[in-house]
């Protein structure tokens, strides 16, 4: 798990407050993700950056900012959050986005609990 | 668009034996197949894929998996069990839009 880190591992936070949420990878990737992990679903994919631009964002609320400054670092900018937005926020990161054969490694993950 | 199904919320085996963690999958053209594993406030840890050829692809930690075109299956298996194979077992599919689809997970629980 060394590859894809994630801090914090646990945020706790008002639906007012603004906080944000970091990734990394030193896997040398091209391709970073942020999924949304709750109890009893499938994952669901939020955004997908390939080489530090945004090529999918599958309809998330505006209230989740992603940010990628470079191909190593991925953020989660969050503000006026819902209780329903708590859950594991897991990163992952990717050689290359558009290779059928690309594999995802995946970030300890986030645990977000909105009051 | 493609999706996975994994019919079991929950397998319980006893250590020692054979253990199956069923995946079936849907996809326009050719599929793309992975399993991850999660344990306990970790992240997913990929164990293998199928992307062609031999139908029995072997992973980590002793796992296997058995790629069926006929029954669009690609079932999770390991010839004996250990308790520390207890965890959350993901099945994905992608395919030819290139977007990961996983199924909503199986927990095994490996009793000694």
């Known amino acids: 798990e060394t590859g894809v880190t994630q801090t914090p591992r646990h945020l706790v936070m008002g639906m007012t407050n603004k906080k944000s949420l970091k990734c990394e990878q030193h896997l040398g990737h091209n391709a970073m993700y942020w999924y949304k992990q709750s109890a009893k679903k499938p994952l669901e994919l939020m955004f997908v950056?390939?080489?530090?631009?945004?090529?999918e964002n599958n309809s998330v609320p505006s209230r989740f900012s992603p940010e990628c400054p470079n191909s190593s670092h991925l953020f989660l900018h969050l503000h006026t959050l819902q209780p329903e937005d708590s859950a594991l926020y897991l990163c992952?990161?990717?050689?290359?986005?558009?290779?059928?054969?690309?594999?995802?490694?995946f970030g300890p993950g986030t645990r977000l609990t909105v009051l | 668009a493609q999706s996975v199904a994994q019919p079991e919320d929950q397998v319980n085996v006893a250590e020692g034996n054979p253990l199956t963690v069923k995946c079936t999958y849907s996809v326009s053209g050719n599929p793309y197949l992975f399993w991850y594993v999660q344990y306990p406030n970790r992240g997913l840890q990929f164990l293998l894929k199928y992307i062609t050829g031999d139908n029995l692809v072997k992973g980590s930690y002793g796992f296997e998996a058995e790629f069926n075109k006929s029954q669009t299956s690609f079932h999770l298996k390991k010839p004996s069990a250990l308790v520390s194979d207890s965890a959350l077992y993901f099945c994905?599919?992608?395919?030819?839009?290139?977007?990961?689809?996983f199924g909503a997970g199986t927990r095994l629980t490996v009793k000694p």
């Open positions: 994905a599919v992608r395919g030819n839009n290139n977007d990961m689809r």
């Open positions: 950056y390939s080489l530090e631009e945004r090529v």
């Open positions: 992952a990161s990717s050689q290359q986005r558009y290779t059928f054969t690309d594999t995802q490694y």
